[in-house]
Each structure stands twice: as C-alpha cells, then as structure tokens.
C-alpha cells in the first residue's frame, strides 16, 4: 500500500513544527486530523513512527527514515510544480540543468553573455549529478543540459560541445610542486583530495585508472566542489585530478602546479544534450548558439555538431 501525500506532509509538519497541535494550526485542521493522518502512515508501513517521551514526540528509528522519505518526496513535489509551472509559462524560457563543475565555471559567464543578448529570454538553471540530469532529461523536467558524461538514451539527442582533460594538479608549495612529468606508477604516492564518487569526474577518473590497474589513490578527503578543493590545493599538503577548465586559470597565475603523467592524458568530452520534444525551441537554439561562440579560446570547440540519438 503506498503512502498518502497528506500524511507525510504531516508527519514532516508534526516534526518540524514541535508537535501535534503545531502542526494541526500550520495546516489548518484540528489535533484529531493530525493523529489521524500519522495513525494512517503507521498503518501503512506497519510500524510505530513517533513515542512520547517526558511529555514530548520523538522520531523512533523507523520514524526517522520515513521523515527523510517525507522530507524527499515534499522537496520533489515542490521542484515537480515549480517545472510544470515553468513548462506552462511558454517558450520564452529555458530548463536547463548543468553539472556541478560546468555551473561553477563555466555557466556564470554564459549565462550573463546570454542574458545581453537576448534580453527577452529566459533561462532557469539547476545544478546536479550528470546522470540526475539525464533522468531530468528523459522526463521532460529539463529542456536542455551541459553533461560531462554521455547520456545513453533513445529520446535524448546528443552534441559533442568541448574537448577538455582531467589534469592532475598541486600547489606550488606542495613536495611535488617543482615535478613536471610523473611516472604514472608514481601517482599512487600522493595524497589526494578528489569530488566524491558520484559525480562527473570523479566516474571518469576512477574508470581510466581501473582500466590501466590502479584500483584505488590514497583519498584524505572527499569534497561536493571544486573550488573548495582548489583552496585546500593552495594549503600545499595535497594533490587532485580537476577539470582543465576549472584549473586553467589558477594555473596560467602561478597558484596551482601542473602535472604532467607519463603515458596517461585522461581526456574526455562535453556535452549538450536535449530531448526530441524541444528540437524547435528558440531559447535552446539561441543558447546552442551561445555556446559556440563562447568557448574559451584554450578549450577548443570540437568539429561542426553533430546530433545522435
């Protein structure tokens, strides 16, 4: 039996509000509907959510996880009805979901760029794991999106965008801060901090080093930024693998080192990616356009583009 969407509501309320009779004036319904709905969701999963305690509701463990659940399926809900209504607003706007990386990075400045020159539209970004993006995609929750991983599916079209590298770096003040070339035996002998194993990056990373036997690297941290691996990169105690684009400049500035690994370049691709059903969109179009002309002049455009589906 699956959950009413009234009673996770209240089981969320019940907890962040303190108690039944918060909850029950926040929704507007008395204790009684309050109670009732929570009875209702333990019956459902047949266990005992909330106990009282010195006069007070706790979560027990079961009720823990629920809560979480409720909290997820209120913020989709919520992200749900902000899509649609974008979707019914009309074709002056643009989804457009991006990776982390890209929309530290790369976005800022398109998206100004964009905004001067078509001042009548409009683009509404998200950030996510590439592989999120692509089940934004798939469902039509997102118009358009700038993927570091190729996306494998019949309804959504692919364009090759830019050629970019993993490059492995390290401050200047690091051990290895004077190294130019690496043998690539050697690499296990540092210590790292790297994006965490679901993002983009990281996916790739950790299959080009499978493939050429190296099972794991020395991790002291995992960090959800890249920026914020960069300013523990500048402490001088660690190394990484980050995106060229994302490094480029820190580099050409003296602030961070690259290093070079003999025999290894991890080099991969950027994409554009979009569903059939927004091939004849005219903010996607405009943007595609953009994104041509954009390019950092040291991250080279590929060929002409290409769609695949």
């Known amino acids: 039996m ?85 979707l019914a607003a009309g074709r002056d706007r643009l989804r457009l979901a991006v990776t982390q990386s890209i929309g530290e990075h790369l976005l800022p400045e398109l998206l100004l760029a964009f905004a001067d020159a078509h001042p009548d539209y409009r683009i509404d970004s998200r950030v996510g794991y590439s592989r999120s993006i692509h089940t934004r ?32 770096v390290c401050s200047p003040r690091h051990p290895m801060g004077g190294c130019e070339m690496l043998p690539v ?41 890249t920026d914020t691996i960069v300013e523990i990169l500048e402490r001088g105690r660690h190394a990484s693998f980050l995106p060229r684009f994302a490094v480029q400049g820190a580099v ?24 059939r059903a927004n091939l004849d969109n005219p903010v996607a179009e405009a943007f595609i356009a953009l994104l041509r002309e954009q390019a950092p002049a040291w991250l080279p455009t590929l060929a002409k583009p290409e769609s695949r589906s």
């Open 2 to 86: 699956l959950p009413d969407l009234k009673a996770l509501v209240t089981l969320r309320e019940i907890v962040e509000r303190g108690g039944v009779a918060e909850a029950g004036r926040v929704m507007g319904i008395g204790q009684p509907a309050v109670t009732k709905r929570l009875r209702a969701l333990e019956r459902c999963y047949g266990v005992e959510l909330m106990v009282r305690e010195s006069g007070r509701l706790r979560l027990t463990d079961a009720g823990e996880r629920v809560y979480a659940f409720a909290c997820l399926v209120m913020d989709h809900q919520n992200e749900l009805t902000g899509d649609l209504r974008q």
């Open 137 to 168: 995609l798939a469902t039509g929750l997102a118009d358009l999106a700038l993927t570091e991983i190729q996306p494998d599916h019949p309804d959504v079209l692919v364009q090759r965008w830019l050629d970019d590298e993993l490059v492995l």
């Open 185 to 225: 035996a050697e690499i296990v002998r540092l210590q790292y901090v790297l994006r965490e194993r679901e993002s983009s990056m990281r996916i790739t990373l950790d299959k080009t080093l499978r493939d050429i036997g190296i099972a794991d690297l020395p991790i002291a941290m995992e960090v959800g930024s």
């Open 252 to 275: 050409d500035s003296g602030g961070l080192h690259k290093i070079r690994i003999e025999g290894l370049r991890i080099m991969r691709t950027l994409w554009i990616a979009r569903t």
